[in-house]
Protein backbone atom coordinates (compact mmCIF):
# COMPACT_ATOMS: atom_id res chain seq x y z
CA UNK A 1 0.00 0.00 0.00
CA UNK A 2 2.82 2.47 0.63
CA UNK A 3 4.84 1.79 -2.46
CA UNK A 4 1.67 2.41 -4.67
CA UNK A 5 1.21 5.56 -2.77
CA UNK A 6 4.77 6.89 -3.09
CA UNK A 7 4.20 5.95 -6.53
CA UNK A 8 7.14 3.57 -6.50
CA UNK A 9 7.74 1.87 -9.79
CA UNK A 10 8.79 -1.55 -7.73
CA UNK A 11 9.28 -2.73 -4.45
CA UNK A 12 11.56 -5.72 -3.18
CA UNK A 13 9.94 -7.69 -0.08
CA UNK A 14 11.87 -9.70 2.46
CA UNK A 15 10.72 -11.92 4.70
CA UNK A 16 12.55 -12.18 7.98
CA UNK A 17 13.54 -15.84 7.38
CA UNK A 18 15.38 -15.30 3.90
CA UNK A 19 18.86 -15.85 3.61
CA UNK A 20 21.06 -15.05 0.27
CA UNK A 21 23.34 -17.65 -0.58
CA UNK A 22 26.55 -16.67 -1.40
CA UNK A 23 28.59 -16.39 -4.49
CA UNK A 24 25.44 -15.38 -7.00
CA UNK A 25 26.08 -11.17 -6.56
CA UNK A 26 26.05 -12.10 -10.42
CA UNK A 27 22.85 -13.75 -10.93
CA UNK A 28 21.03 -10.74 -8.83
CA UNK A 29 23.12 -8.24 -10.89
CA UNK A 30 21.80 -9.82 -14.38
CA UNK A 31 18.29 -10.20 -13.05
CA UNK A 32 18.19 -6.22 -11.58
CA UNK A 33 19.38 -5.52 -15.01
CA UNK A 34 16.85 -7.70 -16.65
CA UNK A 35 13.57 -5.67 -14.49
CA UNK A 36 14.97 -2.48 -15.57
CA UNK A 37 15.65 -3.13 -19.17
CA UNK A 38 11.67 -4.67 -19.12
CA UNK A 39 9.67 -3.00 -16.85
CA UNK A 40 6.36 -3.84 -18.24
CA UNK A 41 7.29 -7.30 -18.68
CA UNK A 42 6.66 -8.84 -15.50
CA UNK A 43 4.18 -8.44 -12.36
CA UNK A 44 5.94 -10.17 -9.66
CA UNK A 45 9.65 -11.59 -9.28
CA UNK A 46 10.86 -13.79 -7.71
CA UNK A 47 15.15 -14.08 -5.44
CA UNK A 48 13.81 -17.65 -4.24
CA UNK A 49 10.87 -19.88 -5.22
CA UNK A 50 10.02 -23.79 -4.90
CA UNK A 51 8.14 -24.90 -7.81
CA UNK A 52 5.33 -28.09 -7.15
CA UNK A 53 6.09 -31.39 -8.18
CA UNK A 54 5.20 -31.82 -12.07
CA UNK A 55 5.37 -28.04 -12.66
CA UNK A 56 7.99 -26.46 -15.06
CA UNK A 57 10.06 -22.93 -15.72
CA UNK A 58 11.10 -21.87 -19.02
CA UNK A 59 13.68 -19.66 -19.72
CA UNK A 60 13.62 -16.15 -20.75
CA UNK A 61 17.29 -15.65 -20.24
CA UNK A 62 20.64 -17.67 -18.86
CA UNK A 63 19.37 -16.06 -15.15
CA UNK A 64 15.88 -15.41 -15.47
CA UNK A 65 13.47 -17.93 -15.52
CA UNK A 66 9.21 -18.04 -16.35
CA UNK A 67 7.85 -19.78 -13.29
CA UNK A 68 4.77 -21.57 -13.15
CA UNK A 69 3.31 -22.12 -10.25
CA UNK A 70 6.24 -20.96 -8.36
CA UNK A 71 5.86 -21.31 -4.23
CA UNK A 72 7.14 -19.08 -1.35
CA UNK A 73 7.08 -15.28 -0.72
CA UNK A 74 10.02 -15.04 0.95
CA UNK A 75 11.96 -13.05 -1.38
CA UNK A 76 10.09 -10.92 -4.22
CA UNK A 77 9.62 -7.73 -5.85
CA UNK A 78 6.42 -6.26 -7.10
CA UNK A 79 6.26 -4.26 -9.80
CA UNK A 80 3.38 -1.52 -9.79
CA UNK A 81 1.18 -3.52 -12.32
CA UNK A 82 0.47 -6.06 -9.12
CA UNK A 83 -0.38 -3.35 -6.96
CA UNK A 84 -4.19 -3.12 -7.53
CA UNK A 85 -4.14 -7.09 -7.80
CA UNK A 86 -2.04 -7.79 -4.61
CA UNK A 87 -4.13 -5.11 -2.16
CA UNK A 88 -7.46 -6.82 -3.27
CA UNK A 89 -6.45 -10.21 -2.17
CA UNK A 90 -8.82 -11.62 0.50
CA UNK A 91 -6.73 -13.47 2.70
CA UNK A 92 -8.87 -15.36 4.54
CA UNK A 93 -10.16 -17.33 1.53
CA UNK A 94 -8.42 -20.32 -0.17
CA UNK A 95 -7.06 -19.39 -3.55
CA UNK A 96 -6.27 -22.82 -4.99
CA UNK A 97 -8.76 -23.70 -7.71
CA UNK A 98 -11.27 -26.67 -6.61
CA UNK A 99 -9.40 -29.68 -8.49
CA UNK A 100 -5.94 -28.67 -6.13
CA UNK A 101 -8.56 -28.72 -3.24
CA UNK A 102 -9.78 -31.92 -3.73
CA UNK A 103 -6.72 -33.52 -4.61
CA UNK A 104 -4.87 -32.26 -1.55
CA UNK A 105 -7.71 -34.08 0.60
CA UNK A 106 -7.18 -37.17 -1.27
CA UNK A 107 -3.51 -37.15 -0.74
CA UNK A 108 -3.12 -35.69 2.75
CA UNK A 109 -6.48 -35.80 4.81
CA UNK A 110 -6.53 -33.49 7.70
CA UNK A 111 -4.00 -31.34 6.27
CA UNK A 112 -5.49 -28.34 6.18
CA UNK A 113 -6.69 -28.90 10.06
CA UNK A 114 -2.80 -27.97 11.43
CA UNK A 115 -3.16 -24.43 12.30
CA UNK A 116 -0.39 -23.60 9.85
CA UNK A 117 -2.80 -23.90 7.27
CA UNK A 118 -5.97 -23.38 8.88
CA UNK A 119 -5.05 -19.69 10.28
CA UNK A 120 -4.45 -18.74 6.61
CA UNK A 121 -0.51 -18.95 6.86
CA UNK A 122 0.84 -19.13 3.66
CA UNK A 123 -1.93 -17.66 1.61
CA UNK A 124 -0.32 -14.97 -0.08
CA UNK A 125 1.98 -17.75 -1.42
CA UNK A 126 -0.90 -19.82 -2.54
CA UNK A 127 -2.94 -16.30 -3.72
CA UNK A 128 0.62 -15.92 -6.24
CA UNK A 129 1.25 -19.30 -7.09
CA UNK A 130 -2.42 -19.46 -9.00
CA UNK A 131 -2.84 -15.81 -9.83
CA UNK A 132 -3.17 -14.70 -13.21
CA UNK A 133 0.04 -12.17 -12.22
CA UNK A 134 3.47 -12.43 -14.35
CA UNK A 135 5.67 -14.37 -12.26
CA UNK A 136 9.47 -14.31 -13.39
CA UNK A 137 12.44 -15.83 -10.71
CA UNK A 138 16.34 -15.58 -10.83
CA UNK A 139 17.75 -18.47 -11.75
CA UNK A 140 19.40 -20.05 -10.15
CA UNK A 141 17.85 -19.23 -7.06
CA UNK A 142 19.71 -16.67 -4.31
CA UNK A 143 17.90 -16.53 -1.42
CA UNK A 144 16.20 -19.50 0.59
CA UNK A 145 13.58 -19.28 3.15
CA UNK A 146 15.33 -21.04 6.39
CA UNK A 147 11.95 -21.67 8.10
CA UNK A 148 9.75 -23.80 6.13
CA UNK A 149 5.84 -25.14 6.50
CA UNK A 150 5.33 -28.18 8.80
CA UNK A 151 6.11 -31.09 7.41
CA UNK A 152 8.31 -29.68 4.74
CA UNK A 153 11.51 -31.97 5.74
CA UNK A 154 9.61 -35.11 6.91
CA UNK A 155 7.78 -35.01 3.32
CA UNK A 156 10.66 -34.52 1.21
CA UNK A 157 12.64 -37.12 3.54
CA UNK A 158 9.67 -39.40 3.49
CA UNK A 159 9.04 -39.00 -0.47
CA UNK A 160 12.92 -39.21 -1.59
CA UNK A 161 14.52 -41.04 1.28
CA UNK A 162 17.23 -38.17 1.88
CA UNK A 163 17.83 -35.95 4.41
CA UNK A 164 16.19 -32.27 3.70
CA UNK A 165 18.76 -29.28 3.31
CA UNK A 166 17.42 -26.08 2.52
CA UNK A 167 20.61 -24.88 1.26
CA UNK A 168 21.03 -27.99 -1.52
CA UNK A 169 17.79 -29.57 -2.23
CA UNK A 170 15.94 -28.58 -4.74
Known amino acids: REAQGRGLRRVFVF ?47 RTVVR ?12 NRSAYADLLGIDLRGDHRPAFFRAAERLVTPGRRETPYHR ?34 EDGWQRRTGLRYDVYRTP
Do not use: K, N
Open 15 to 61: EDDAEFIGGGEHVIAEALRWIQRHPDGWDVFYLGFMTPFLTRCSYVT
Open 119 to 152: DGVGSIDSWLSFSRLRRLAAHPMQVVQTAMPPGT
Open 67 to 78: AHRPFLAHALAY
